[in-house]
């Protein structure tokens, strides 16, 4: 997993789902996603919960500010 890639999942989440979700369960979808080749024909769950966030870092973040 590449070190953005629960920040990129939290901003694709964030700009489809309207939601605002917890780093560590954006990391667990970002692996899968990133594996999707592994993950082809397979069910997989992931438990996403409300991100406590300051609104200004997530906007920074969403827009490429460094973690």
């Known amino acids: 997993m590449e070190d953005d890639s629960p ?3 939290k901003t694709l989440l964030s700009e ?3 939601t605002v ?6 990391g667990t979808l970002a692996t899968i996603v990133g594996n999707a080749e ?3 024909d397979r069910r ?4 996403l919960s ?3 966030v300051n609104m200004e870092r997530f906007t920074s ?3 490429g500010a460094s973690a």
């Open 7 to 9: 920040v990129n999942t």
């Open 16 to 18: 489809r789902l309207k």
């Open 21 to 26: 979700v917890d780093h560590s369960g954006a």
């Open 38 to 40: 592994r993950s082809a």
């Open 44 to 47: 997989a769950s992931v438990a």
């Open 50 to 52: 409300g991100g406590n």
């Open 61 to 63: 973040l969403a827009h």
